[in-house]
């Protein structure tokens, strides 16, 4: 299957800091990548949507100028977390799919970020 | 609204019983289902994908069932092993941009 890179795998910041996530699909191009956070023993819960060249989508309750999205072409799009805070420790993963639209077009995921912030 | 609900929130078993996870969606105009797993501190791997107009999918010791009509799904387990303790999630896509939704996860204990 395809494959997606999420790099860094783990990230240690102080409180106030910026820390920047990459999300790559290394074997197609991503028109469509999703960022997630999960907490622990919870699910993953949907952040924001992102298509190539255009601004991301956002959930309702999550704060647009906090969790920065860029989708500037179709293998990488970055999340930065600005101004970390300790509440925003957490897990958070990417997906990536490609053009075509249908059932069969599936999400493939990132091994997922750790962030920890002191 | 629409929601993915999965039953039980954990589960332990002894190796090699078979054993059934279940899913549930409000909204049965959905795309897809497919079924994740996850190890602690690890990204997904998906296990299966069924599409709205088949009712199973079957993958070595796993089989996935979808029910459409009355919104459910569930994932078979045979023969389980230690190496199948994990958390396993449901997640739906509708066409609504193409996002998943996700169930909170049954977490699997399989002791030897």
Known sequence: GAVVSQHPSWVICKSGTSVKIECRSLDFQATTMFWYRQFPK?????????NEGSKATYEQGVEK???LINHASLTLSTLTVTSAHP?????YICSARGASWGPKNIQYFGA??????L | KQEVTQIPA????????NLVLNCSFTDSAIYNL???????GKGLTSLLLIQSSQREQTSGRLNASLDKSSGRSTLYIAASQPGDSATYLCAVHYNQGGKLIFGQGTELSVKP
């Not at chain 1, 919870?42 to 992102?50: E, G, I």
């Not at chain 1, 509440?87 to 897990?91: A, C, K, L, P, T």
């Not at chain 1, 997922?112 to 912030?117: E, F, P």
């Open chain 1, 65 to 67: 100028d906090k969790f």
């Open chain 1, 112 to 117: 997922g970020t750790r962030l920890s912030v």
């Open chain 2, 10 to 17: 954990a589960l332990s078993v002894p190796e090699g019983e």
């Open chain 2, 34 to 40: 497919q079924w994740f797993r996850q190890d602690p």
């Open chain 1, 87 to 91: 509440e925003d420790s957490s897990f």
């Open chain 1, 42 to 50: 919870q699910s993953l819960m949907l952040m924001a949507t992102s």
